[in-house]
Nanobody
């Protein structure tokens, strides 16, 4: 059984930082692109960032460029999202996802496996 488990969410003041982790179990994801999405109450799910299986190529949403960094450690089966200079509008439930392909994608429906999500709250 495949599981993606996120951690690292919490409450932070605006301007602060958090690092989210997503650890996969049940199978290895060295050949799969992985991504982070987020969803705030009353809003649609939004692409945040994605990384190829090698870690050599990443993509991120314009709203987080320069502030968020996605990376992965295949030896640990873990993907990270380093979030700096957080803003109140970054508050959401952040979920990691894995797709069957090796290339990054911004489309949530191309991702097959999903974690349960971790809450990020940013106070102003």
């Amino acid at each position: 059984q495949v599981q993606l488990v996120e951690s690292g969410g919490g409450l932070v003041q605006a301007g602060g930082s958090l690092r989210l982790s997503c650890t996969a179990s049940g199978r290895t994801f060295t050949k799969n692109a992985m991504a982070w999405f987020r969803q705030a109450p009353g809003k649609e799910r939004e692409f945040v960032a994605a990384v190829t299986w090698s870690g050599g190529t990443t993509d991120s949403a314009g709203s987080v460029k320069g502030r968020f960094t996605i990376s992965r450690d295949n030896a640990k089966n873990t993907v990270y999202l380093q979030m700096n200079s957080l803003k109140p509008e970054d508050a959401a439930v952040y979920s990691c996802a894995a797709r069957s392909g090796v290339l990054v994608s911004t489309r949530y429906y191309e991702y097959v496996y999903w974690g349960q999500g971790t809450q990020v709250t940013v106070s102003s």
